[in-house]
């Protein structure tokens, strides 16, 4: 799936920029855009869904706000030393992003919200989870089922490149093709008084995991998860989107 939205990223800038007419009434007196970002839907799954507004403040440039409910991916079947995470109380998350757009004058044919456009951008993910964690006798079956509960807030500050489309004179699909980022990403995990074993020593067994699981995060998480169940680090991220919408 994230080839084919990398493929799509790349691909239809260069059908659009080979057009040679355009009817520039396309946009004219249509300064709003609701839609759809199916970005976390491809790459996460059904349950998350992000919507968003933009709306046209002058000739050459708008703003834009996207809000929406998000499911972290499952961390159920993970094994962590003599424990499994066996089970998924609760998994909750909000995505909240704010973009300014600058419309290219001169290289833009239209009227925003059609063309290409760069600009600053805000975006904010938190999560909260409840897992099951269950520790693994000598034959191998589950016992003493303690409750672990983890928050997961990500800000991301950064600087994108885009373009939206305008077909029929009332549907969009907006690409952000390039979005390079600061972020901060932190998260808090708390097990129950229950919990017999080392807290710090499960923290790195499940840091281990969760790398082995998810690779990709292995360069977030060096900075490792506390004793206390804390980790906080800053770094670099890239943004990428893809909406479909309605003008109007």
């Excluded at 009434?25 to 249509?30: A, Y």
């Excluded at 933009?54 to 993970?78: A, T, W, Y």
């Excluded at 290289?107 to 938190?126: K, Q, V």
Aim: hydrophobic residues 40%.
């Amino acid at each position: 799936m994230r080839c084919i939205l990398i493929f799509v990223c790349l691909l239809l800038p260069s059908f659009t920029l080979a057009q040679v007419e355009y009817d520039s009434t396309i946009t004219k007196n249509r300064k709003n855009v609701i839609r759809w970002n199916i970005t976390p839907r491809i790459l996460f799954g059904a349950n998350n869904l992000v919507f968003g507004y933009e709306r046209v403040l002058g000739k050459h440039q708008s703003l834009s706000m996207n809000f929406g409910v998000l499911e972290f991916p499952s961390l159920v079947d993970i094994r962590v030393g003599d424990f499994l995470i066996s089970g998924e109380n609760r998994n909750r998350g909000f995505d909240f992003a704010l973009d300014y757009r600058r419309y290219f004058k001169k290289r833009n044919r239209g009227l925003p919200p059609d063309g290409l456009y760069i600009g600053p951008y805000a975006l904010l993910y938190t999560f909260e989870l409840e897992n099951s964690i269950s520790r693994i006798d000598a034959m191998n079956q589950s016992t003493d089922i303690i409750p672990i509960v983890s928050k997961f807030n990500v800000l991301n500050i950064g600087f994108e490149l885009g373009y939206q489309f305008v077909f029929f004179r009332r549907f969009t699909l907006d690409l952000i093709m390039f979005g390079p980022s600061l972020g901060l990403y932190n998260a808090t995990l708390k097990l129950d008084s229950d919990f017999s074993g080392d807290q710090g020593e499960f923290y790195d067994e499940l840091q281990d995991a969760i790398e082995d699981k998810f690779p990709g995060l292995e360069e977030l998480l060096d900075e490792g998860i506390s004793a206390r169940g804390t980790f906080s680090t800053w770094t670099l991220g890239l943004r990428y989107v893809i909406q479909i919408g309605i003008l109007f």
